[in-house]
Protein backbone atom coordinates (compact mmCIF):
# COMPACT_ATOMS: atom_id res chain seq x y z
CA UNK A 1 0.00 0.00 0.00
CA UNK A 2 2.42 2.30 1.02
CA UNK A 3 4.47 1.83 -2.57
CA UNK A 4 1.03 2.53 -4.49
CA UNK A 5 0.66 6.04 -2.39
CA UNK A 6 4.24 6.55 -3.03
CA UNK A 7 3.49 6.27 -7.11
CA UNK A 8 0.60 7.99 -6.79
CA UNK A 9 2.17 10.88 -5.08
CA UNK A 10 4.58 11.13 -7.71
CA UNK A 11 2.75 10.68 -10.71
CA UNK A 12 0.53 13.87 -8.99
CA UNK A 13 3.48 16.24 -8.47
CA UNK A 14 4.42 15.30 -12.66
CA UNK A 15 0.50 15.98 -13.60
CA UNK A 16 0.73 19.17 -11.51
CA UNK A 17 1.11 21.20 -14.73
CA UNK A 18 -1.16 19.66 -16.23
CA UNK A 19 -3.65 20.62 -14.45
CA UNK A 20 -2.62 24.04 -14.78
CA UNK A 21 -2.76 23.88 -17.98
CA UNK A 22 -6.18 23.26 -18.58
CA UNK A 23 -7.30 25.53 -16.14
CA UNK A 24 -5.65 28.09 -18.10
CA UNK A 25 -6.97 26.74 -21.64
CA UNK A 26 -11.16 25.79 -20.52
CA UNK A 27 -11.08 29.38 -18.74
CA UNK A 28 -10.14 30.77 -22.78
CA UNK A 29 -11.75 28.66 -24.48
CA UNK A 30 -15.14 27.88 -22.07
CA UNK A 31 -15.89 31.59 -22.29
CA UNK A 32 -13.34 34.08 -22.06
CA UNK A 33 -12.72 34.03 -26.02
CA UNK A 34 -16.50 33.65 -26.40
CA UNK A 35 -17.02 36.67 -24.67
CA UNK A 36 -14.45 39.26 -25.96
CA UNK A 37 -15.79 37.89 -29.56
CA UNK A 38 -19.29 38.98 -28.86
CA UNK A 39 -18.11 42.11 -27.28
CA UNK A 40 -16.54 43.13 -30.38
CA UNK A 41 -17.97 41.38 -33.44
CA UNK A 42 -21.59 41.73 -34.57
CA UNK A 43 -23.96 38.19 -34.67
CA UNK A 44 -23.16 37.45 -38.34
CA UNK A 45 -19.46 37.25 -38.13
CA UNK A 46 -18.91 35.37 -34.49
CA UNK A 47 -18.49 32.23 -36.47
CA UNK A 48 -15.52 33.53 -38.76
CA UNK A 49 -14.06 35.60 -35.76
CA UNK A 50 -14.69 32.20 -33.63
CA UNK A 51 -12.05 30.81 -36.48
CA UNK A 52 -9.95 33.56 -36.55
CA UNK A 53 -9.59 33.64 -32.30
CA UNK A 54 -9.32 29.84 -32.59
CA UNK A 55 -6.01 30.25 -34.51
CA UNK A 56 -4.55 32.54 -33.49
CA UNK A 57 -0.98 31.88 -32.98
CA UNK A 58 -1.79 28.17 -32.37
CA UNK A 59 0.43 27.11 -35.60
CA UNK A 60 3.29 29.42 -34.61
CA UNK A 61 2.69 27.57 -31.38
CA UNK A 62 2.93 23.98 -32.73
CA UNK A 63 6.36 25.45 -33.66
CA UNK A 64 7.13 26.82 -30.76
CA UNK A 65 6.12 23.28 -29.14
CA UNK A 66 8.37 21.16 -31.23
CA UNK A 67 11.45 23.54 -30.87
CA UNK A 68 11.30 24.20 -27.57
CA UNK A 69 10.87 19.92 -27.30
CA UNK A 70 13.64 19.69 -29.12
CA UNK A 71 15.70 21.78 -27.45
CA UNK A 72 15.55 20.37 -24.37
CA UNK A 73 16.50 17.12 -25.65
CA UNK A 74 19.55 18.64 -26.90
CA UNK A 75 20.15 20.52 -23.57
CA UNK A 76 18.81 17.20 -21.27
CA UNK A 77 16.88 19.84 -19.11
CA UNK A 78 13.23 20.50 -19.27
CA UNK A 79 12.47 22.95 -16.14
CA UNK A 80 14.44 25.81 -17.81
CA UNK A 81 11.82 26.24 -20.57
CA UNK A 82 8.63 25.26 -18.16
CA UNK A 83 9.79 28.03 -16.35
CA UNK A 84 10.19 30.98 -19.47
CA UNK A 85 7.25 30.02 -21.01
CA UNK A 86 4.84 30.18 -18.43
CA UNK A 87 6.14 33.68 -16.64
CA UNK A 88 5.80 34.51 -20.44
CA UNK A 89 2.34 33.30 -20.78
CA UNK A 90 1.07 35.47 -17.08
CA UNK A 91 2.11 38.59 -18.98
CA UNK A 92 0.27 38.02 -22.42
CA UNK A 93 -2.65 36.90 -20.16
CA UNK A 94 -2.88 40.51 -19.13
CA UNK A 95 -2.81 41.70 -22.44
CA UNK A 96 -6.11 39.51 -23.00
CA UNK A 97 -7.67 40.55 -20.39
CA UNK A 98 -7.44 44.61 -21.04
CA UNK A 99 -7.45 44.34 -25.06
CA UNK A 100 -9.67 47.44 -26.08
CA UNK A 101 -10.31 45.61 -29.49
CA UNK A 102 -10.73 42.46 -31.62
CA UNK A 103 -7.56 43.06 -33.22
CA UNK A 104 -5.60 43.76 -30.18
CA UNK A 105 -7.68 40.36 -28.69
CA UNK A 106 -6.25 38.53 -31.59
CA UNK A 107 -2.16 39.74 -30.74
CA UNK A 108 -2.99 38.52 -26.94
CA UNK A 109 -4.23 34.83 -27.97
CA UNK A 110 -0.91 34.67 -30.10
CA UNK A 111 0.66 35.34 -27.54
CA UNK A 112 -0.88 33.28 -24.64
CA UNK A 113 -0.41 30.29 -27.51
CA UNK A 114 3.37 30.75 -28.27
CA UNK A 115 4.73 31.30 -24.71
CA UNK A 116 2.50 28.37 -22.56
CA UNK A 117 3.62 25.87 -25.44
CA UNK A 118 7.16 26.76 -24.99
CA UNK A 119 6.78 25.38 -21.77
CA UNK A 120 4.56 22.81 -23.14
CA UNK A 121 6.59 20.72 -25.43
CA UNK A 122 9.37 20.37 -22.46
CA UNK A 123 6.81 19.06 -20.02
CA UNK A 124 4.82 16.44 -21.64
CA UNK A 125 8.19 14.36 -22.05
CA UNK A 126 8.41 14.31 -18.10
CA UNK A 127 5.83 11.02 -17.88
CA UNK A 128 7.73 8.85 -20.69
CA UNK A 129 11.49 10.54 -19.21
CA UNK A 130 10.46 9.74 -15.36
CA UNK A 131 8.16 6.74 -15.76
CA UNK A 132 9.06 2.90 -16.66
CA UNK A 133 6.84 1.97 -19.42
CA UNK A 134 4.79 -1.26 -17.48
CA UNK A 135 3.54 1.80 -15.62
CA UNK A 136 2.83 4.47 -18.05
CA UNK A 137 -1.16 3.38 -18.71
CA UNK A 138 -1.31 3.97 -14.62
CA UNK A 139 0.18 7.40 -14.99
CA UNK A 140 -1.46 8.42 -18.16
CA UNK A 141 -4.77 7.70 -16.29
CA UNK A 142 -3.74 10.26 -13.17
CA UNK A 143 -2.36 13.25 -15.65
CA UNK A 144 -6.03 12.77 -17.27
CA UNK A 145 -7.07 12.84 -13.99
CA UNK A 146 -5.58 15.87 -13.24
CA UNK A 147 -6.19 17.41 -16.35
CA UNK A 148 -10.33 17.20 -16.50
CA UNK A 149 -10.21 18.14 -12.73
CA UNK A 150 -8.25 21.43 -14.51
CA UNK A 151 -11.16 21.78 -17.12
CA UNK A 152 -13.57 21.54 -14.43
CA UNK A 153 -11.82 24.04 -12.24
CA UNK A 154 -11.48 26.11 -15.19
CA UNK A 155 -14.59 26.35 -16.16
CA UNK A 156 -15.77 27.34 -12.63
CA UNK A 157 -13.53 30.13 -12.62
CA UNK A 158 -15.08 31.15 -15.64
CA UNK A 159 -18.21 30.63 -14.55
CA UNK A 160 -17.92 32.86 -11.74
CA UNK A 161 -15.51 35.57 -13.46
CA UNK A 162 -16.49 35.86 -16.91
CA UNK A 163 -19.47 38.55 -17.87
CA UNK A 164 -21.50 37.91 -20.96
CA UNK A 165 -21.73 40.92 -22.83
CA UNK A 166 -24.61 42.79 -23.23
CA UNK A 167 -25.67 46.52 -24.36
CA UNK A 168 -26.95 47.07 -20.58
CA UNK A 169 -23.55 45.31 -19.04
CA UNK A 170 -21.14 48.05 -19.10
CA UNK A 171 -17.67 47.30 -20.45
CA UNK A 172 -15.64 47.64 -17.17
CA UNK A 173 -17.40 45.22 -15.47
CA UNK A 174 -16.63 42.90 -18.64
CA UNK A 175 -12.90 43.79 -18.28
CA UNK A 176 -12.94 44.16 -14.62
CA UNK A 177 -13.62 39.88 -14.99
CA UNK A 178 -11.49 39.19 -17.28
CA UNK A 179 -8.97 40.77 -15.20
CA UNK A 180 -9.65 38.55 -12.48
CA UNK A 181 -9.57 35.67 -14.57
CA UNK A 182 -6.42 36.48 -15.54
CA UNK A 183 -5.05 37.33 -11.59
CA UNK A 184 -7.04 33.40 -10.59
CA UNK A 185 -5.41 31.86 -13.67
CA UNK A 186 -1.42 33.19 -13.12
CA UNK A 187 -1.64 31.81 -9.62
CA UNK A 188 -3.05 28.66 -10.51
CA UNK A 189 0.03 28.25 -12.79
CA UNK A 190 2.97 29.70 -10.48
CA UNK A 191 0.99 27.74 -7.90
CA UNK A 192 1.66 24.11 -10.43
CA UNK A 193 5.04 25.80 -11.54
CA UNK A 194 6.45 25.83 -7.86
CA UNK A 195 5.42 22.43 -7.43
CA UNK A 196 7.03 20.99 -10.22
CA UNK A 197 10.26 22.73 -9.29
CA UNK A 198 10.48 21.29 -6.07
CA UNK A 199 9.17 17.82 -6.73
CA UNK A 200 10.48 16.60 -10.21
CA UNK A 201 14.39 16.33 -10.64
CA UNK A 202 15.54 18.28 -13.77
CA UNK A 203 17.75 14.87 -14.29
CA UNK A 204 20.64 14.89 -17.43
CA UNK A 205 18.53 12.38 -20.12
CA UNK A 206 20.81 9.98 -21.86
CA UNK A 207 22.55 11.18 -24.48
CA UNK A 208 22.65 9.80 -27.92
CA UNK A 209 25.69 8.06 -27.45
CA UNK A 210 24.37 6.75 -24.37
CA UNK A 211 21.03 5.59 -26.41
CA UNK A 212 22.69 3.70 -29.22
CA UNK A 213 23.83 0.98 -27.04
CA UNK A 214 20.28 0.74 -25.27
CA UNK A 215 17.97 0.55 -28.37
CA UNK A 216 17.88 -0.63 -32.30
CA UNK A 217 19.11 1.84 -35.01
CA UNK A 218 15.55 1.62 -36.83
CA UNK A 219 12.31 2.53 -34.52
CA UNK A 220 10.03 -0.63 -35.23
CA UNK A 221 6.94 1.62 -33.74
CA UNK A 222 7.32 4.71 -36.32
CA UNK A 223 4.50 3.23 -38.59
CA UNK A 224 2.18 2.77 -35.39
CA UNK A 225 2.90 6.26 -33.99
CA UNK A 226 2.07 8.17 -37.04
CA UNK A 227 -1.05 6.56 -37.46
CA UNK A 228 -1.64 7.36 -33.75
CA UNK A 229 -1.21 10.88 -34.62
CA UNK A 230 -3.53 10.66 -37.24
CA UNK A 231 -6.12 9.20 -35.10
CA UNK A 232 -5.25 11.51 -32.23
CA UNK A 233 -5.55 14.63 -34.91
CA UNK A 234 -9.03 13.45 -36.23
CA UNK A 235 -10.63 12.76 -32.78
CA UNK A 236 -9.08 16.64 -31.66
CA UNK A 237 -10.61 17.88 -34.62
CA UNK A 238 -13.96 16.90 -33.24
CA UNK A 239 -13.86 17.67 -29.51
CA UNK A 240 -12.03 20.93 -30.33
CA UNK A 241 -15.48 21.80 -31.59
CA UNK A 242 -17.44 21.58 -28.21
CA UNK A 243 -15.88 24.30 -26.46
CA UNK A 244 -15.75 27.51 -29.51
CA UNK A 245 -19.22 26.31 -30.46
CA UNK A 246 -21.06 25.02 -27.97
CA UNK A 247 -22.15 28.12 -26.25
CA UNK A 248 -23.64 29.53 -29.46
CA UNK A 249 -25.01 26.49 -30.28
CA UNK A 250 -27.57 27.02 -27.21
CA UNK A 251 -28.16 30.64 -28.18
CA UNK A 252 -29.13 30.16 -31.98
CA UNK A 253 -30.19 26.53 -31.95
CA UNK A 254 -31.53 26.30 -29.10
CA UNK A 255 -32.55 29.61 -28.48
CA UNK A 256 -31.45 29.70 -24.96
CA UNK A 257 -31.49 33.52 -23.35
CA UNK A 258 -28.72 33.16 -20.89
CA UNK A 259 -26.27 30.67 -23.49
CA UNK A 260 -23.10 31.57 -21.61
CA UNK A 261 -23.61 30.61 -18.08
CA UNK A 262 -26.22 27.11 -19.57
CA UNK A 263 -22.90 26.62 -21.60
CA UNK A 264 -20.17 26.67 -18.41
CA UNK A 265 -22.59 24.30 -16.94
CA UNK A 266 -23.36 22.07 -19.27
CA UNK A 267 -19.84 21.70 -19.69
CA UNK A 268 -18.80 21.17 -16.06
CA UNK A 269 -21.39 18.43 -15.95
CA UNK A 270 -19.55 16.53 -18.98
CA UNK A 271 -16.45 16.85 -17.63
CA UNK A 272 -17.36 15.98 -14.28
CA UNK A 273 -18.39 12.40 -15.60
CA UNK A 274 -14.81 12.07 -18.01
CA UNK A 275 -13.02 12.45 -14.56
CA UNK A 276 -15.43 9.36 -13.69
CA UNK A 277 -14.43 8.03 -16.74
CA UNK A 278 -10.77 7.79 -16.23
CA UNK A 279 -11.49 5.67 -13.22
CA UNK A 280 -11.91 2.78 -14.85
CA UNK A 281 -8.91 3.62 -17.24
CA UNK A 282 -6.61 3.61 -14.71
CA UNK A 283 -7.60 0.39 -13.60
CA UNK A 284 -7.25 -1.41 -16.85
CA UNK A 285 -4.61 0.56 -19.06
CA UNK A 286 -1.93 -1.33 -17.81
CA UNK A 287 -3.41 -4.67 -17.74
CA UNK A 288 -5.95 -4.68 -21.03
CA UNK A 289 -5.50 -3.68 -24.51
CA UNK A 290 -5.22 -0.48 -24.40
CA UNK A 291 -7.19 0.26 -28.18
CA UNK A 292 -10.37 -1.86 -26.70
CA UNK A 293 -10.49 0.68 -24.12
CA UNK A 294 -10.53 3.43 -26.99
CA UNK A 295 -12.39 2.01 -29.53
CA UNK A 296 -15.43 1.81 -26.36
CA UNK A 297 -14.70 5.48 -25.66
CA UNK A 298 -14.87 6.53 -28.99
CA UNK A 299 -18.03 4.85 -29.88
CA UNK A 300 -19.55 6.80 -26.97
CA UNK A 301 -18.46 10.39 -28.11
CA UNK A 302 -19.74 9.41 -31.60
CA UNK A 303 -23.17 8.39 -30.39
CA UNK A 304 -23.35 11.15 -28.26
CA UNK A 305 -22.33 13.81 -30.75
CA UNK A 306 -24.52 12.62 -33.53
CA UNK A 307 -27.43 12.84 -30.79
CA UNK A 308 -26.52 16.96 -29.55
CA UNK A 309 -26.62 17.76 -33.28
CA UNK A 310 -30.69 16.30 -33.55
CA UNK A 311 -31.67 17.83 -30.28
CA UNK A 312 -34.64 20.68 -30.24
CA UNK A 313 -34.79 21.62 -27.24
CA UNK A 314 -32.55 22.07 -23.68
CA UNK A 315 -34.90 18.90 -21.92
CA UNK A 316 -31.96 16.08 -22.87
CA UNK A 317 -28.69 18.43 -23.39
CA UNK A 318 -27.64 17.29 -19.57
CA UNK A 319 -28.22 13.09 -20.18
CA UNK A 320 -25.75 14.08 -23.81
CA UNK A 321 -23.18 15.60 -21.51
CA UNK A 322 -22.83 12.93 -19.40
CA UNK A 323 -22.50 10.42 -22.34
CA UNK A 324 -19.84 12.69 -24.10
CA UNK A 325 -17.95 12.84 -20.72
CA UNK A 326 -17.37 8.82 -19.84
CA UNK A 327 -16.53 8.50 -23.31
CA UNK A 328 -13.89 11.76 -23.52
CA UNK A 329 -12.35 10.65 -19.96
CA UNK A 330 -11.76 7.15 -21.18
CA UNK A 331 -10.21 7.88 -24.01
CA UNK A 332 -8.20 10.84 -22.58
CA UNK A 333 -6.90 8.35 -19.84
CA UNK A 334 -5.33 5.83 -22.27
CA UNK A 335 -4.32 7.61 -25.55
CA UNK A 336 -1.29 9.12 -24.13
CA UNK A 337 -0.25 6.26 -22.26
CA UNK A 338 -0.26 4.27 -25.60
CA UNK A 339 1.85 7.24 -27.47
CA UNK A 340 4.57 6.92 -24.44
CA UNK A 341 4.26 2.95 -25.38
CA UNK A 342 5.75 3.90 -28.79
CA UNK A 343 8.47 5.92 -27.88
CA UNK A 344 12.36 5.12 -28.61
CA UNK A 345 14.45 6.18 -25.81
CA UNK A 346 15.34 9.60 -25.23
CA UNK A 347 13.66 11.36 -27.66
CA UNK A 348 10.53 12.08 -25.51
CA UNK A 349 10.92 15.98 -26.00
CA UNK A 350 10.50 16.43 -29.42
CA UNK A 351 8.71 13.19 -30.70
CA UNK A 352 5.89 14.09 -28.28
CA UNK A 353 5.34 17.74 -29.66
CA UNK A 354 4.96 16.09 -32.46
CA UNK A 355 2.52 13.67 -30.75
CA UNK A 356 0.91 16.93 -29.56
CA UNK A 357 0.18 18.25 -33.12
CA UNK A 358 -2.92 15.81 -32.94
CA UNK A 359 -4.54 18.44 -30.80
CA UNK A 360 -2.88 21.49 -31.70
CA UNK A 361 -2.72 21.10 -34.97
CA UNK A 362 -6.82 21.10 -34.76
CA UNK A 363 -7.09 24.12 -32.47
CA UNK A 364 -6.20 25.97 -35.44
CA UNK A 365 -7.83 23.74 -37.80
CA UNK A 366 -11.63 22.81 -36.41
CA UNK A 367 -12.70 26.02 -35.20
CA UNK A 368 -11.64 27.48 -38.52
CA UNK A 369 -13.52 24.50 -40.52
CA UNK A 370 -16.26 25.46 -38.14
CA UNK A 371 -16.45 28.89 -38.11
CA UNK A 372 -16.44 29.15 -41.83
CA UNK A 373 -19.57 26.78 -41.73
CA UNK A 374 -22.00 27.84 -39.29
CA UNK A 375 -21.60 31.45 -40.94
CA UNK A 376 -22.08 30.30 -44.45
CA UNK A 377 -24.87 27.03 -43.50
CA UNK A 378 -26.58 30.08 -41.23
CA UNK A 379 -27.10 32.57 -44.47
CA UNK A 380 -27.75 29.94 -47.00
CA UNK A 381 -30.75 27.90 -44.67
CA UNK A 382 -31.61 31.83 -43.22
CA UNK A 383 -31.43 29.68 -39.68
CA UNK A 384 -28.37 30.61 -37.63
CA UNK A 385 -28.70 27.68 -35.55
CA UNK A 386 -28.29 25.55 -39.14
CA UNK A 387 -24.98 25.76 -38.96
CA UNK A 388 -24.39 24.80 -35.71
CA UNK A 389 -26.19 21.71 -35.97
CA UNK A 390 -24.10 20.62 -38.83
CA UNK A 391 -21.09 20.98 -36.66
CA UNK A 392 -21.89 18.45 -34.25
CA UNK A 393 -22.67 15.75 -37.25
CA UNK A 394 -19.00 16.54 -38.03
CA UNK A 395 -17.88 15.90 -34.45
CA UNK A 396 -19.60 12.54 -34.78
CA UNK A 397 -18.25 11.92 -38.40
CA UNK A 398 -14.40 13.05 -36.92
CA UNK A 399 -14.36 10.45 -34.59
CA UNK A 400 -15.53 7.86 -36.31
CA UNK A 401 -12.24 8.69 -38.66
CA UNK A 402 -9.87 8.69 -36.15
CA UNK A 403 -11.57 5.23 -34.62
CA UNK A 404 -10.59 3.98 -38.38
CA UNK A 405 -7.35 5.39 -38.11
CA UNK A 406 -6.67 3.69 -34.73
CA UNK A 407 -7.05 0.07 -36.37
CA UNK A 408 -3.95 0.60 -37.80
CA UNK A 409 -1.82 0.87 -34.93
CA UNK A 410 0.05 -1.94 -33.66
CA UNK A 411 0.12 -2.02 -29.59
CA UNK A 412 3.04 -2.94 -28.22
CA UNK A 413 3.51 -6.95 -27.04
CA UNK A 414 3.38 -6.78 -23.67
CA UNK A 415 1.38 -3.69 -23.39
CA UNK A 416 -2.01 -5.04 -23.85
CA UNK A 417 -3.28 -7.56 -27.23
CA UNK A 418 -5.09 -6.06 -29.80
Known amino acids: MAAVLKRLG ?12 EVHWAALLGAAMQAQTARFVAPGAIGTATAILSGAGAACSIVAQYLAGRASDAARRRIPFIVAGTLLDVVALFGFALAPSFV ?18 PYQALIPDKVPRARQGGASAVMAFYRLAGNAVGLLAAKRLVVQPDPAVPAATVTHGLVMLAIVLSVVLLGALAVTLIGVRDEPAPKADELATKQPADWPERASFVWLVVSRSLVSMGLYLILPFFAFFLRFALHVQSYLQMSLGVLLAMVG ?3 IGTVPAYLLADRVSKKAVMFGALFVLAAG ?3 LSQLSNTQYVIAVAIALGIGWGAYYAVDWALACNLLPVGRAGALMAIWNIGASGPQVLSPAIGGVLVDKIGAAANDPGAG ?7 LAVYVILGAVALGFVREPRGEGKV
Open 10 to 21: DQAVLSAFWFAW
Open 104 to 121: SVVFAVFAVQVSLNIAGG
Open 273 to 275: FSI
Open 305 to 307: AAV
Open 388 to 394: YRLVFEL
